[in-house]
């Protein structure tokens, strides 16, 4: 059983920061991609940013030079530092970890989401 808990979001004015954290916890021998998606009222989930175990990272574009995703790969953690924080971020960030590898097979995991709102 694998387990991904997240810590921080809440609210913000438009251009302040907020840090985002999240830790997978079980029988975890290594993890492959984990990254940051979001959902808002009315949308779809997206993307927001990954990073590999070898610390490839992707942004989605309305994030790139704002957000910074950071991966512990001792603690199966990852960060997600947002700057200059815009209204239409506002959203349920939902933390993801693929290619988990337990001891026999592999599994993939979703966390329960925290909720970031920015105010105008």
């Known amino acids: 059983q694998v387990q991904l808990v997240e810590f921080g979001g809440g609210l913000v004015q438009a251009g302040g920061s907020l840090r985002l954290s999240c830790e997978a916890s079980g029988n975890i021998f290594s993890i492959g991609t984990m990254g940051w998606y979001r959902q808002a009222p009315g949308n779809s989930r997206e993307l927001v940013a990954t990073i590999s175990s070898d610390g490839t990272t992707n942004y989605q574009h309305a994030v790139k030079g704002r957000f910074t995703i950071a991966r512990d790969n001792a603690k199966n953690s990852i960060s997600l530092q947002m700057n200059s924080l815009k209204p239409e971020d506002t959203a349920v960030y939902y933390c993801?970890?693929?290619?988990?590898?337990?001891?026999?097979?592999?599994?993939?995991?979703w966390g329960q989401g925290t909720q970031v709102t920015v105010s105008s």
């Open positions: 993801r970890a693929q290619g988990i590898r337990l001891q026999w097979s592999f599994t993939s995991a």
